[in-house]
């Protein structure tokens, strides 16, 4: 599972990074969400379903 976030769309709430640290940051200086894997682990990737969900802009894209 690829997880990605649209850096036009990211509107900076930090809902991703609040419920899912170990896989989303802000970027340095723009406090827009990037994830920091290329491939999602196991153990995270419900939670980064859950993530996409509540993002209020639907910038978390996902993918296969």
């Known amino acids: 599972m690829k997880v990605s976030v ?3 769309k990211c ?3 930090g ?3 609040m419920e899912c640290p170990d ?3 802000f970027r340095e200086g723009s406090k827009k969400a990037m994830v920091v894997f ?3 682990p196991q153990q995270y ?3 980064c379903i859950e993530v996409a969900r509540l993002c209020p802009t639907g910038a ?3 993918s296969k």
Do not use: G, H, N
Request: aromatic letters at 4%; one cysteine or more.
């Open 60 to 62: 978390i894209v996902i």
């Open 11 to 13: 509107d900076t709430s």
């Open 15 to 17: 809902i991703c990074v």
């Open 6 to 8: 649209d850096p036009l």
């Open 45 to 47: 990737q419900a939670k």
């Open 38 to 40: 290329d491939t999602i």
């Open 23 to 25: 896989v989303f940051r």
